[in-house]
């Protein structure tokens, strides 16, 4: 047993996975679309699922808040946990899960209402901030952790919709910590951005994540490598390597994870 | 210079398609055009055709008022002013005026004049001013249909008598009547504040009005909310399979059922089954609605359709329930276009005629309903009762009535365009 890997060990057992996926299989009516899928995501760290189009990355992701339940179609079966609750068997209610697990998707859905509502929105609907002095003290502080608030701080009352791609996109992210959930899901958060804006959500997820556990879906292996700790490779299905972001980069173990981060397919 | 025959030979495919995108350019605008010079025409003949309705003739008798007559006791209070009879005034007024008329015949043409309902006239004149009493005063009184048609020109002079409905006689009085500068000419509130009358003179357009208020009213609280909700249902709750199917087929088959086929439907249902009052608003607008109902729905759920999935997503995924994704969100998001489409379905409903027919509320009714339960008129059934009437006096009032009903349909549309305003701004 060598220094490196007791070393991991030491780390696992010091601090349980936020999220444990046991076994996890995926279906869209007769087609498989996640094959028994393993894996264990540590609190507080930002983990990347990487892998080419339609490898069932997204699936997975949207599995971890049951955001699949509103496809008729889609069946899943396996166990998930967060934090020891089997969040598929256990009866929780999906609407509660989502408040402890937020989500922030490829292209920026803010809703079409002033910035302030958008931000509202979450506390409100799950009673988090009681009286309106509570309330506004929540929009300024999830503004300002998702370093909006300088921007937008004097118009409040406008339009999300009005902001420029970036800031929608960090709006929806201040949306989603509002609630203050332990994890928060991003789905491509940076497709639709140009670079300075995607710099600036790559930042902020850093900074986040001293409070939240990040799982961010991402087609760009550079991005994958700037902002996460471990790194996640799906391919036909299959998670076919995860580990350290550094050493699956620099040294992947399976042949398919070096033909995809050589840039051979995908 | 390789590039350049490839260049020369694009140049005549290049001018050819150009041509064909004129040419193009040139049919659309003939089609607007056409369609612009069509409606400018029709508005332009019901206009011209209806602009007399809203004008009445009148005729300035001078009428001796004496106490004795009207007012025997002296008491002056009104039901008394009302009791006398008025008729008797008018026509010795009449005869005063013209004393050559002694045969039963003549007198009966000359009392003719003057409209049927004109001892109202004379009445309400009294009544609202009771010092007239005891004085000869000069007061203006309703001519008849056919005096008004002929005042207007719409009777000719220069056709034999027995072709004309005023006799060379009468034409002699009225000449008199016009030297004298006693035929004036008044704006015809009537016409907007009586209901249908036999005589063109006394006809009004508010009873049909109130009826169409009436029966789109129950529409409206019946075909939007249920409309709307099944709507949602079926676009945000219902799960795909061969039942929503099915339903969905058949709405979108209501929807091109024709309207009199609801009618017979009321017909069997509202009126023989549940014994529903006959030319009731309420069974009116209880056809209507199942008439709507199919354009409402679908409307809807094509402005539900519309809304990016996106919205839902972040709605969800933020941990709302599906029904406070779909009312916080979704609904408010659709809600222009619903109401777009529920304006337009309210409209058709305005204008339907043919399933009214079948619940009897083509009858002519000369009062004014006073609630959903009264026999009453629509706009659209009342253009077709007063087109169907022999009169010459009601050719006018139909175009009127015509002009009543798109200026209803306007104002509906203006709202329908204000409201989405309204809705929009809010996003």
Known sequence: MDMQNFKTREKAAMAEPKIIARDVNVYYGQSQALKSIELDIAANEVTALIGPSGCGKSTFLRCINRMNDVIESCRVEGRITLEGIDIYNSGLDPVLLRARVGMVFQKPNPFPKSIYDNIAYGPRLHGIASGKDELEATVESSLRRAGLWEEVKDRLDSPGTGLSGGQQQRLCIARAIAVNPEVILMDEPCSALDPIATAKIEELIDELRENFTIVIVTHSMQQAARVSQKTAFFHLGELVEVGETDKLFTSPEDQRTQGYITGRFG | ?427
């Open chain 2, 1 to 427: 210079m390789e590039l350049n025959p490839p260049l020369e030979i694009d140049k005549a495919l290049l001018k050819k398609r150009n041509a064909a995108e004129t040419r193009f350019k040139l049919y659309g605008l003939a089609a607007v055009l056409t369609a612009v010079l069509v409606l400018g025409l029709l508005l332009t003949s019901i206009v011209s055709k209806g602009y007399t309705a809203f004008e009445q003739t009148y005729i300035l008798l001078d009428v001796r008022l004496d106490q004795a007559t009207i007012d025997p006791k002296g008491t002056g209070r009104q039901e008394d002013l009302a009791a006398a009879s008025y008729r008797g005034i008018l026509r010795d007024a009449l005869k005063e005026q013209f004393p050559e008329a002694e045969s039963r015949n003549e007198k009966r043409s000359l009392y003719g004049l003057v409209g049927s309902a004109a001892e109202y006239d004379l009445r309400n004149a009294v009544l609202e001013n009771p010092k007239l009493v005891g004085t000869t005063a000069t007061i203006a009184v309703k001519a008849s249909d056919d005096v008004d048609s002929y005042i207007k020109g719409f009777i000719p002079r220069d056709v034999p008598q027995s072709d004309r409905k005023i006799k060379d006689q009468e034409l002699g009085w009225l000449d008199t009547l016009e030297a004298d500068d006693r035929v004036i000419k008044k704006f015809n509130i009537d016409f907007f504040t009586h209901a249908d009358s036999r005589e063109p003179e006394e006809a009004g357009i508010l009873g049909a009005v109130i009826g169409s208020l009436y029966t789109l009213a129950i529409t409206l609280a019946l075909c939007f909310p249920i409309g709307v909700l099944t709507a949602i249902y079926l676009e945000e709750f219902a799960p795909r399979n061969r039942w929503t199917d099915i339903i969905e087929v058949n709405i979108n088959n209501l929807a091109a059922v024709p309207s009199i086929v609801f009618g017979l439907l009321g017909l069997a249902i509202f009126l023989n089954f549940f014994g529903l009052p006959r030319s009731a608003p309420l069974v009116g607008g209880m056809v209507l609605a199942l008439m709507t109902l199919p354009t409402i729905i679908i409307a809807s759920r094509a402005a539900l359709k519309a809304v990016p999935p996106s919205i839902r997503e972040a709605a969800l995924g933020m941990g709302a329930s599906r029904m406070q994704t779909v009312f916080h969100h979704v609904f408010p998001l659709a809600m222009p276009g619903i109401l777009t489409g529920t304006i337009l379905g309210m409209a058709q409903a305005l204008g339907e005629t043919a399933p009214l027919l079948m619940i009897g509320m083509v009858a002519f009714i000369a009062d004014i309903p006073g609630s959903i339960n009264d026999a009453a008129t629509v706009l659209p059934v009342q253009i077709f009762l007063w087109a169907d009437s022999p009169e010459r006096g009601f050719v006018e009032k139909t175009s009127a009535a015509i002009m009543v009903l798109l200026a209803f349909l306007v104002v509906m549309n203006a709202i329908a365009v204000l409201l989405r305003k309204r809705f929009e701004r809010r996003w």
